[in-house]
């Protein structure tokens, strides 16, 4: 049997990673800027993580959700707090997909509805609600209805407005969209999505699942306007590389027996991963991290030549640049062996661990400085 061919493959085999950094199977040792699309938060085998899911694994790794796993209410307890969102309920899954997924089912279980409003270049997964509400048609198969989707121009308030109505189940909006170009919703823009449900009974899901945890220097990035969404949507950062994700549900919403569920979500060795995750936050201060590094990083960018644009915050960075960017990835990885992503043909993403550190900052400044004056 041979594996299903759907991923462009780099030639490179890491088989050890610490920190910010990975080695591959020749030695070569590699920067991560990128951590496997933002799920790397704390960096890559924290010893106090790697010992927290050794323990839990001698334990018991693994039972379903029909019998009481209190590791899931520490986790709940712990990232209320760190997450200033206390009030809200969490579901627990297994990754940013089925926690958009099951927002969805419980806005339109709640209001009765079933016309959806997504936005431009919007990404929220793969699965068939999710899908839906992803604008990238290449990736939509016939199976996944979605006509009752309507797609709005991002960071259009007025556009917006006018288009929710008594009809409308849900909004649904990325904090900052990552897949999309690292474009950062505006305040206006969340505050009328805000006012605009309030004022129709359509409910808000802000998806946190690339922009959450930390990165952007708050711990969900819509933190910064104010607002509080019903539903917020997290994956990615949440177990450092092991499987999770959640919905955060806010208190108007009343749970019943049989409304959601699953089998692997909030398992034991999960919730461990996601419980250390939250324990090395707090303790190493990783959001203030994430501020400091990304502010750093946008006034040290924005003085180099041949850049065109730089978006978003904190450690959640897009660069612009005005020729296809696929020169300059390939340059960093292979020459100057930094892992970067990019988002379309023209923008470099940047998504480090929360604990990257000044120097690993210049290593790559640096290195873009050089291969930017060799491919402009």
């Known amino acids: 049997m041979n594996l299903f061919n759907v991923y462009p493959l780099y030639d490179i085999t890491p088989v050890k990673a610490k920190g910010s950094y990975l080695w591959d199977k020749n030695g070569v040792e590699y920067l991560d800027l990128y951590g496997g699309h933002a799920v790397i938060s704390i960096g890559h085998s924290h010893p106090y993580y790697v010992e927290k899911l050794t323990e839990q694994l001698q334990n018991i790794g693994f039972y379903s959700n029909s019998v009481n796993i209190p590791i899931q209410s520490e986790l709940a307890e712990k990232l209320g707090k760190l997450s200033g969102c206390e009030e809200y309920d969490l579901f627990l899954c297994n990754s940013g997909a089925e926690a958009n997924e099951n927002a ?58 006018a288009n929710v109505t008594e009809e409308t189940c849900a909004v649904i909006i990325e904090g900052i969209q990552g897949v999309g170009g690292i474009n950062v919703a505006s305040d206006e823009f969340l505050k009328a999505a805000r006012e605009a449900c309030d004022k129709t009974g ?46 955060f549900i806010a208190p108007k919403f009343k749970a019943k027996h049989g409304m959601l569920g699953t089998t692997f979500g909030g398992n034991h060795l999960a919730c461990a991963a996601a419980v250390a995750v939250l324990d090395v936050m707090k303790e190493e201060a990783l959001i203030e991290n994430a501020a400091k590094m990304g502010e750093y990083l946008f006034e040290k960018l924005s003085k180099l030549e041949g850049i ?46 929360l604990a990257i550190t000044q120097k690993e900052c210049d290593t790559f400044l640096q290195a873009l400085e050089e291969v930017i004056s060799v491919t402009a």
Do not use: W
Request: hydrophobic content about 40%; overall charge positive; aromatic content about 10%.
């Open 308 to 353: 065109k644009e730089l978006r978003g915050r904190g450690l959640m960075i897009g660069i612009e640049f005005e020729q296809p960017v696929d020169k300059i990835r390939d340059s960093l990885l292979f020459e100057h062996h930094i892992f970067c992503g990019y988002a379309g043909k023209h923008t470099l993403r940047l998504l480090p661990s």
């Open 202 to 247: 359509a409910i808000l899901i802000l998806d946190s699942v690339q922009c959450g945890y930390g990165r952007s220097g708050k711990f969900f990035s819509h933190q910064f306007s104010g607002i509080k969404p019903d539903l917020i949507t997290t994956a990615k950062g949440m177990g450092n590389g092991f499987p999770i994700g959640g919905v």
């Open 104 to 161: 969805l089912k419980v806005a339109s279980f709640f209001n009765g509805r079933k016309k959806v409003i997504a936005f431009s270049k919007a990404f929220h997964g793969r699965t068939a609600g999710a899908v839906a509400v992803t604008d990238n048609k290449a990736i939509v198969a016939p199976i996944n209805y979605d006509e009752h989707v309507t797609f709005l121009p991002f960071n259009d308030a007025e556009t917006l407005t």
